[in-house]
């Protein structure tokens, strides 16, 4: 991918790794229209199961610090990257086995502040045949991340845990006897708290 990026001359790059294709001919031509204020232009795609499940895979339009850090990444298949963003910000890291573009993402959004775009707008079928869909590979999140996330964001090492104890939290309150209480007699609606 860093070869391609020195050699390429377009304003915006896109990776299309094999077995991944575009959802119709005419999907590009719409996704990269309009885009020219946004440094990463992010869409939605189909996955692709070797058992021939398919799954739609939709992201959010503001991306979090606890989402993309620690749920998800984007769909780097289905995003267009201004192409001076990855080369004045050194690239993609090749020592990274699984997470390369993981960190190119979150250092763009929550470093440089680059600025980006989401569009609710299914632009490939994403191959899940491949290392990066491998829950055998996945250990290699568990190793990879971590000493990004400290040499990077080292006063978020802790904001993890914090909002897994928020969630477990949200959890027990959705869940208690008194919230069900509150919510039969009137006094609570679903969506207060």
């Known amino acids: 991918m860093n070869k391609g990026i020195l050699v390429a001359r377009g304003e915006y790059l896109l990776f299309l790794n094999s077995g991944d294709w575009f959802c119709d ?30 799954s739609q895979e939709n992201f959010p339009d503001i991306l979090t610090f606890y989402y993309l850090g620690y749920l998800n990444s984007l769909p780097h298949q289905a995003s267009l990257i201004r192409r001076s ?13 699984m997470n390369a573009d993981w960190k190119f993402f979150m250092l763009a959004v ?16 994403f191959d899940k045949d491949g290392l990066s869909s491998d829950p055998e590979q996945f250990h290699l999140r568990d190793i990879e991340k971590p000493p ?19 969630n477990k ?23 207060d708290y």
Not at 26 to 49: C, M, P, S, T
Not at 85 to 97: P, Q, S
């Open 25 to 54: 001919s005419e999907v590009l031509g719409v996704f990269a229209k309009d885009i020219d204020r946004y440094d990463i232009v992010y869409g939605n795609q189909y996955g692709h199961f070797p058992d021939g499940k398919i």
């Open 85 to 97: 963003i990855l080369v004045e910000h050194g690239l993609y890291d090749e020592e990274m086995k």
């Open 110 to 125: 929550f470093k440089y502040q680059c600025k980006y775009l989401h569009k609710s707008l299914f632009v490939v079928n």
């Open 148 to 166: 990004v996330m400290q040499k990077e964001f080292p006063n978020f090492t802790l904001y993890e845990k914090e909002m897994e104890m928020v």
């Open 169 to 191: 939290l949200k959890f027990y309150y959705k869940y208690s006897r008194m919230v069900r209480v509150l919510k039969a007699i009137g006094l609570l609606n679903k969506f």
